[in-house]
């Protein structure tokens, strides 16, 4: 390639990468619109007002003409990487903003890069999705390039990728018939773009719906991805001689392999289904056309993408949107699936490709190289000192603060300056687009050198973990009846030199009707095991019925025994309910402390006991 077909490769690789990760950011920070506006207050204007931006962002492809210009390229990569500056200020409003831009420069300049070269479009989009998987990956699930410290770097990179776009020269494509757009083009491009986007191409995501291994699923998710560069497989796999409807019908068995959660063999099923997806998505590209009405195509393609993608977070949030989308999140991806499957039935025609396989196998093996050893496992922290261990319970919020900031980073500072042994995490999230695909229980667990116990309570990639620190000798679960949010109890217990202690966590429901329930059913669970520490949200005060069943089952609430004037704990800034406990089970308390930190919508409890003391005399507390 010459100097021109190389810097409009790169620019297309950055653009398409901003446009990746600000399709991340706004959806995150729509969440938070629709979550201040619905679930914990009354709709104003801003909430249409918002969801329009949304829309208009998303469907921004419409307008881009047959005939692009030589300006519209260049001015699209511009317009999204001065943008993109402002998705990794740890600011609401800035990121949503710079995403609506980012997203609609970005779904243009994507139709404008097809129409100059189906061949570079398709290469700048794999390199895409390469780097985004690798900044994930160095970031522990948590994309480097939205992380505050990395602000410099994006300043310069969007520069550079001003410069580069200014000094390309972008050619206008040869006038071609005005002819309509098949259906199938659109459907398969939002069907693709959806997988890719919300699970396949992440890995978490994918290890945590699969069972596998995110260490191994990682660096092979980044294989696959590379791999795809190599000129035989582009070439749509050419060593694999099967029927067109075989591979139809592979990708959504691959899916549906993945939502079974049998481990290595769903991990099998979801990697297979995404090198189909890739192979997909080049067939695809050439059978799209080059001109004509490719706007209008990728225009409902994204419709369809947004479709899809607000159904799926309504099997998240089924009690307070559509109730008859519980459990339903396989069949919106099983619906995508089939969508996106459509080119592999329809096209035969792979169009020729070019590129040097040396090269390309280098660069590719270097990445998956840097990947396996930035997500090796790291040691564990495994000494617990018998006389002062600190027991914890922390909703986290899905890592938001009460603002939707993201802060992770502060909440691990929060737990690790409280110098926590053990605690039980709420509102735990571990691979959703509205969360910007981190997974908080690995990122937490990484950064503290802590063990990492998870339960999945919603769709594979919502629920509550324990982490901790010390000798991990079993883990079990249960989920708890539920008529709203589906929730569930999460036991680790540890082997300490005192014997072992039985570390429960919790997150109760928000109506009477679910928790009273619920808690008889987590004390059955419990049972008599001892000694033990109860933590989380229990969405109940002292004084209700909950409250005072733990107490009646054995169990204290240590600011009480210790004396102490308990503190409320939500929500965070200027806190009124007191909903957060720790409660204790034949264990002797020397310290109840509710931290300062404001990393969450919720206070962090800490509790710290001596295990070589017998519990304080009158340990079971009296309901208030």
Known sequence: MNRESWLRLAVGTFVLLFFLQALRALFSMLFGILYDEIFAGSPTAWLPISLALVVV?????????????????????????????????????????????????????????????????WVAWLLALGADQLLRIVGQTYDLGLQSPFLSAQVILSTAVVGAAAATTWSDPDPAPVRGVPVWIPLSFGGMLFLQTSLLSVANASARWSGWSYEILAPLTLAVTLGAL??????????????????????????????????AIS??????????????????????????????????????????????????????TLPVL????????????????????????????SGRSLPVLAGAALAVILAVWACWPTPVDTDLDARAVRLATY????????DWGFNLEAQAEAIRRAGVDVIALQEVDTGRMTSFMVDDAYYLGRQLGMRVAYLPTLEHLTGIAILSRG???????????????????????????????????????LSDEDTLRQIQEALAFIGDRSPASFGGDFNAEPGSPVYAAVLDGGFQDPFLALGLDPLPTSPAVDPHERIDFVFLR???????????????????????????????????????
């Open 267 to 320: 991990g099998i099923g979801l990697v297979l289904a995404y090198a189909l997806v890739l192979m997909a998505w080049l067939r695809w590209a050439s059978a799209a056309p080059e001109a004509g009405r490719l706007g209008a195509g990728v225009g409902w393609g994204m419709a369809f993408f947004l479709a899809l993608s607000f159904l799926n977070a309504f099997t998240f949030t089924y009690p307070y």
């Open 230 to 263: 190599h000129p035989s497989l582009m070439r749509g796999l050419s060593p694999i001689r099967l029927r067109p409807g075989v591979l139809f019908v592979l990708l959504p068995v691959g899916l549906m392999l993945g939502a079974a959660g049998l481990g």
């Open 57 to 121: 962002s998303l469907l921004a492809a419409f307008i881009t003409p047959s005939r692009h210009g030589t300006l519209l390229p260049r001015a699209a990569a511009i317009v999204a990487a001065l943008a993109r500056i402002p998705i990794t200020v740890n600011d609401a409003q800035a990121r949503f903003w710079g995403s609506l831009l980012v997203v609609a420069a970005g779904g243009i300049f994507l139709v404008c890069l097809h129409q100059q070269e189906r061949w570079r479009a």
């Open 326 to 353: 519980r459990g339903l999140g396989w069949a919106v991806y099983l619906i995508a699936g089939l969508a996106a499957a459509i080119p592999l039935l329809t096209v035969r025609v792979i169009p020729e490709t």
């Open 471 to 509: 000798d991990v000798e079993s883990v079990e679960s249960l989920y708890l009846s539920s008529f709203q949010e589906q929730t569930g109890i999460l036991r680790v217990g540890l082997n300490t030199p005192e014997g072992e202690l039985h570390a429960f966590g919790i997150w109760m429901g």
């Open 395 to 402: 909703n986290i919020h899905y890592g938001y603060d009460k």
């Open 586 to 624: 034949d264990l002797a308390p020397r310290r109840a402390i509710v931290s300062d930190s404001l990393a969450s919508d919720h206070r962090m409890v800490v509790i710290e006991v001596d295990l070589t003391l017998p519990p304080l005399p009158g340990m079971a507390g009296t309901a208030e």
